[in-house]
């Protein structure tokens, strides 16, 4: 079966960290770029980081950038986000997807999707 899983979200105080994992099963994730998005109730998904397949090339959202590291463990079929310094608005369900034919920047605009996982809640409160 072909599928991303993700994992490590949950409850974390203002200022805390979390760490999430995207995991594949059934392909390869490094013939993939693959993103992170993230979506409340409401409002529309948004694209968080994405790393490219070849290269590791990043891009981040502005509201994130310096707080959140994208990054990917090819041995384990698995990408990462590590979320630092996290804030109320950071709460939300996060997404990964993978495209293997897109471009980092296509990626993140959520162009040339193959596969979404079924998501994970972070939530920023005290």
């Known amino acids: 079966q072909l599928q991303l899983v993700e994992s490590g979200g949950g409850l974390v105080q203002p200022g805390g960290s979390l760490r999430l994992s995207c995991k594949a099963s059934?392909?390869?994730?490094?013939?993939?770029?693959v993103g992170w998005f993230r979506q409340v109730p409401g409002k529309e998904r948004e694209g968080v980081s994405c790393?490219?397949?070849?290269?590791?090339?990043?891009e981040y959202a502005d509201s994130v950038k310096g707080r959140f590291t994208i990054s990917r463990d090819n041995a384990k079929n698995t990408v990462y986000l590590q979320m630092n310094i996290l804030k109320p608005e950071d709460t939300a369900i996060y997404y990964c997807?993978?495209?293997?034919?897109?471009?980092?920047?296509?990626?993140?605009?959520?162009?040339?999707?193959?596969?979404w996982g079924q998501g994970t809640q972070v939530t920023v409160s005290s």
């Open positions: 059934g392909f390869n994730l490094d013939d993939y770029a």
């Open positions: 997807a993978s495209g293997a034919l897109g471009t980092v920047q296509a990626i993140c605009s959520m162009i040339g999707i193959d596969y």
């Open positions: 790393i490219s397949k070849f290269d590791d090339y990043t």
